[in-house]
């Protein structure tokens, strides 16, 4: 069993940054960031396996950046230039297997911590 706490959520203008911290209870070998807004599906925004290798949805590439520190067991997103879409809650999701982007292949799941983007 792993447990995920999620950290450093908050409110930002347009074009703001904020960086979210995923806090594992264990090792995984594959870490996401999903996010959900309401009335939305909950959809992935990037992955990144025990190697590092990382997959960006369309929508946050070039702005946010995954990275996690083995060692620590911390996962990190730094988001940057983000816009009002970009508001919702936000999960952090582990797996022991390398997968992609759907949140069906995670196993664990964090309680998430809201992002809120205003114009």
């Known amino acids: 069993q792993v447990q995920l706490v999620e950290s450093g959520g908050g409110s930002v203008q347009a074009g703001g940054s904020l960086r979210l911290s995923c806090a594992a209870s264990?090792?995984?070998?594959?870490m996401g960031w999903f996010r959900q807004a309401p009335g939305n599906e909950r959809e992935g925004v990037v992955g990144?396996?025990?190697?590092?290798?990382?997959k960006y949805a369309d929508s946050v590439k070039g702005r946010f950046t995954i990275s996690r520190d083995n060692a620590k067991k911390i996962l990190y997103l730094q988001m940057n230039s983000l816009k009002p879409e970009d508001s919702a809650m936000y999960y952090c999701?582990?797996?022991?297997?390398?997968?992609?982007?759907?949140?069906?292949?995670?196993?664990?799941w964090g309680q998430g911590t809201q992002v809120t983007v205003s114009s």
């Open positions: 999701a582990a797996s022991y297997i390398p997968v992609g982007l759907t949140p069906s292949e995670y196993k664990y």
């Open positions: 990144i396996q025990w190697s590092g290798s990382t």
């Open positions: 264990g090792n995984t070998g594959c």
